[in-house]
């Protein structure tokens, strides 16, 4: 005999609102925290920010929320620490290049 499948659960929009309204309130981590104490699945939390307009827009101009711009500008930084990290080790090899001369 087939299994039948399992029915989704739904939840009213005072839930959806709660459950929201407690990941905004707890910050970062809160959506792991949602879906521990109210046993829903971070893709159905997901979709109801997305929905809601509760999750920021991903752009490469610096759109979107606090959070992102400080990612945008750590991966800046860490892209130009990498680039002048390189130089450095261009100049060192020249350096010792150079050195070996005298």
Do not use: C, H, N
């Not at 792991?32 to 509760?54: M, Q």
């Amino acid at each position: 005999m087939a299994k039948a499948k399992k029915q989704a659960k739904r939840y009213s929009a005072e839930k959806r609102k709660e459950i929201l309204d407690f990941i905004a309130k707890e910050g970062r981590g809160g959506q792991t925290k949602a879906v521990a104490k109210y046993e829903v699945t971070a893709a159905t939390i997901a979709s109801w920010r997305r929905k809601e307009g509760g999750l920021p827009a991903i752009s490469s101009t610096g759109g979107g929320s606090k959070e992102l711009r400080a990612v945008e500008e750590l991966a800046s930084l860490l892209k130009e620490i990498a680039t002048t990290e390189a130089f450095l080790a261009k100049l060192k090899k020249a350096y010792k290049k150079a050195k070996t001369k005298l």
